[in-house]
């Protein structure tokens, strides 16, 4: 065994250690929650007991249990089964599983499962990869997301895929898990003869966020450092001495997660580098999805910067590209120089608004009919009835600049866009201007 191989199994064998690892349910009977799928006669729950296991995707929250699912499935199935990250690694590597699991089913008739955490990292041609395995049940595909597979995992994958949407587990949920690892003796910490205050069992319930894993990380910290006192007592002030250390108290799903999203666009809104680092600082060390971020920042280059500076939107869509190539944590550098950027970029909302102005007139009035002049006519018969008549084509005129209405007649005049004189937008203020001269003078 080559140094390589030692120092995996060596990582392999620390990471055993940790409890939620330990406690990983090893059957359907024993996972907590998802009911709505693993309850009786209910859909995921049949499809592994009748051993029909279609590629799917498991999209829920962190600490949801789609790790847990995958593997349960590949116990009671019998099928081998590879895991994979698609944050930590490649395609290339991917495919050399595949290669191996294509010749264990026709040499063996042994299944595969591959497991791919965090699948919406992969790419458009990353995804395409999967595809002629899947549709050939080379490999049965279990991916694992976040995100919503509608926006993340292309068009063709999803559509040989089944969606199982697995639910934030509740805080009942996470107790009952939290006491069995307390009184598990095999796996658990029930040799340890911990007692737990009701008190700090409901805080780790509660301030979990339905994420199983987060809360084991709580108790075993806290079980740790209760074994250096007196009782053994895992005291509420153990727990949020514990919990103040490992993330700052900040709810995912709650009323929390919106107040800090709000005092970041806030901040950047306001031109304060200072407080949108302060706040995004907040978000990530809780543990804040980045895709989530960089996608309200990328509103924020649109909504709040505009036109002002148009070099916002490229920036922002190319730190979503940046993250996504080199991950966590230098990727949250790129994310703090968009902060940064976007907070000292000039601000207009002038196309918001524009765009918010045109919109109400299409809902007030209607499918108003496109004025002939600038329909479409391909056709003999279109141009019988006058489609595209008179219609006047810039580039023949001065400045490739024509007195021409787009409007139509029922709302001649509307004007949405106003250009405000900030940034670039001052510039594109003068060119307006200087449009509506050369305009007035072919009057």
Same mark, same amino acid.
């Given at each position: 065994?080559?140094?390589?191989?030692?120092?995996?199994?060596?990582?392999?064998?620390?990471?055993?250690?940790?409890?939620?690892?330990?406690?990983?349910?090893? %059957?359907?009977?024993?996972?907590?929650?998802?009911?709505?799928?693993?309850?009786?006669?209910?859909?995921?729950?049949?499809?592994?007991?009748?051993?029909?296991?279609?590629? /799917?995707?498991?999209?829920?929250?962190?600490?949801?249990?789609? *790790?847990?699912?995958?593997?349960?499935?590949?116990?009671?199935?019998?099928?081998?089964?590879?895991?994979?990250?698609?944050?930590?690694?490649?395609?290339?590597?991917?495919?050399?599983?595949? $290669?191996?699991?294509?010749? &264990?089913?026709?040499?063996?008739?042994?299944?595969?499962?591959?497991?791919?955490?965090?699948?919406?990292?992969?790419?458009?041609?990353?995804?395409?990869?999967?595809?002629?395995?899947?549709?050939?049940?080379?490999?049965?595909?279990?991916?694992? %997301? *976040?995100? &919503?597979?509608?926006? !993340?995992?292309? #068009?063709?994958?999803?559509?040989?895929?089944?969606?199982?949407?697995?639910?934030?587990?509740?805080?009942?949920?996470?107790?009952?898990?939290?006491?069995?690892?307390? %009184?598990?003796?095999?796996?658990?910490?029930?040799?340890?003869?911990?007692?737990?205050?009701?008190?700090?069992?409901?805080?780790?319930?509660?301030?979990?966020?339905?994420?199983?894993?987060?809360?084991?990380?709580?108790? =075993?910290?806290?079980?740790?450092?209760?074994?250096? %006192?007196?009782?053994?007592?895992?005291?509420?002030?153990?727990?949020?001495?514990?919990?103040?250390?490992?993330?700052?108290?900040?709810?995912?799903?709650?009323?929390?997660?919106?107040?800090?999203?709000?005092?970041?666009?806030?901040?950047?809104?306001?031109?304060?580098?200072?407080?949108?680092?302060?706040?995004?600082?907040?978000?990530?060390? #809780?543990? =804040?999805?980045?895709?989530?971020?960089?996608?309200?920042?990328?509103?924020?280059?649109?909504?709040?910067?505009?036109?002002?500076?148009? &070099?916002?939107?490229?920036?922002?869509?190319?730190?979503?590209? $940046?993250?996504?190539?080199?991950?966590?944590?230098?990727?949250?550098?790129?994310?703090?120089?968009?902060?940064?950027?976007?907070?000292? $970029?000039? @601000?207009?909302?002038?196309?918001?608004?524009?765009?918010?102005?045109?919109?109400?007139?299409?809902?007030?009035?209607?499918?108003?009919?496109?004025?002939?002049?600038?329909?479409?006519?391909?056709?003999?018969? /279109?141009?019988?009835?006058?489609?595209?008549?008179?219609?006047?084509?810039?580039?023949?005129?001065?400045?490739?600049?024509?007195?021409?209405?787009?409007?139509?007649? @029922?709302?001649?005049?509307?004007?949405?866009?106003?250009?405000?004189?900030?940034?670039?937008?001052? @510039?594109?203020?003068?060119?307006?201007? !200087?449009?509506?001269? @050369?305009?007035?003078?072919?009057?």
């Amino acid at each position: 065994m080559g140094l390589f191989e030692s120092e995996k199994e060596q990582v392999k064998s620390d990471y055993s250690f940790l409890l939620a690892d330990r406690m990983r349910p090893q %059957t359907i009977d024993d996972i907590i929650g998802q009911e709505h799928l693993l309850g009786k006669h209910k859909p995921l729950r049949r499809i592994i007991e009748t051993d029909q296991i279609p590629s /799917m995707v498991l999209w829920g929250p962190p600490g949801s249990g789609k *790790t847990t699912i995958a593997r349960v499935i590949a116990n009671r199935t019998g099928m081998d089964f590879f895991s994979y990250s698609a944050v930590l690694s490649g395609i290339a590597e991917i495919k050399k599983v595949i $290669a191996q699991a294509e010749r &264990n089913l026709y040499l063996y008739g042994t299944r595969s499962i591959l497991f791919i955490d965090e699948i919406h990292r992969f790419n458009k041609s990353q995804q395409d990869a999967f595809l002629p395995y899947v549709e050939s049940g080379t490999i049965i595909l279990i991916g694992a %997301t *976040t995100e &919503n597979p509608s926006f !993340e995992i292309i #068009s063709p994958l999803l559509s040989r895929v089944q969606i199982f949407v697995l639910k934030s587990l509740e805080p009942e949920h996470i107790g009952k898990i939290v006491l069995n690892a307390l %009184t598990d003796t095999e796996h658990g910490l029930g040799r340890s003869e911990n007692s737990l205050d009701e008190e700090a069992l409901d805080i780790i319930s509660n301030i979990s966020s339905g994420d199983a894993r987060f809360a084991l990380n709580i108790i =075993e910290l806290s079980a740790k450092f209760a074994s250096d %006192t007196d009782d053994d007592r895992i005291t509420t002030e153990i727990v949020k001495n514990i919990i103040q250390r490992e993330r700052v108290i900040y709810d995912k799903s709650g009323e929390e997660h919106y107040n800090l999203i709000s005092a970041l666009h806030k901040s950047i809104r306001d031109s304060d580098p200072d407080g949108s680092l302060y706040w995004l600082a907040r978000m990530l060390d #809780s543990g =804040e999805d980045r895709r989530y971020i960089i996608r309200r920042m990328i509103r924020m280059a649109v909504e709040d910067i505009g036109l002002a500076d148009p &070099n916002a939107l490229l920036v922002a869509t190319a730190t979503l590209q $940046a993250f996504d190539f080199i991950g966590i944590p230098e990727g949250d550098l790129a994310i703090a120089e968009l902060a940064v950027y976007l907070a000292y $970029a000039p @601000k207009s909302n002038s196309v918001y608004f524009a765009m918010k102005k045109a919109t109400a007139d299409v809902k007030k009035f209607g499918s108003l009919p496109v004025p002939l002049h600038i329909r479409n006519a391909p056709t003999k018969l /279109m141009k019988k009835l006058d489609y595209g008549k008179d219609y006047k084509y810039a580039h023949n005129f001065e400045g490739h600049i024509v007195a021409q209405e787009h409007l139509p007649e @029922k709302i001649l005049g509307h004007r949405y866009y106003k250009p405000t004189d900030m940034g670039f937008e001052e @510039k594109v203020k003068k060119r307006f201007d !200087e449009i509506k001269k @050369k305009l007035k003078k072919q009057e």
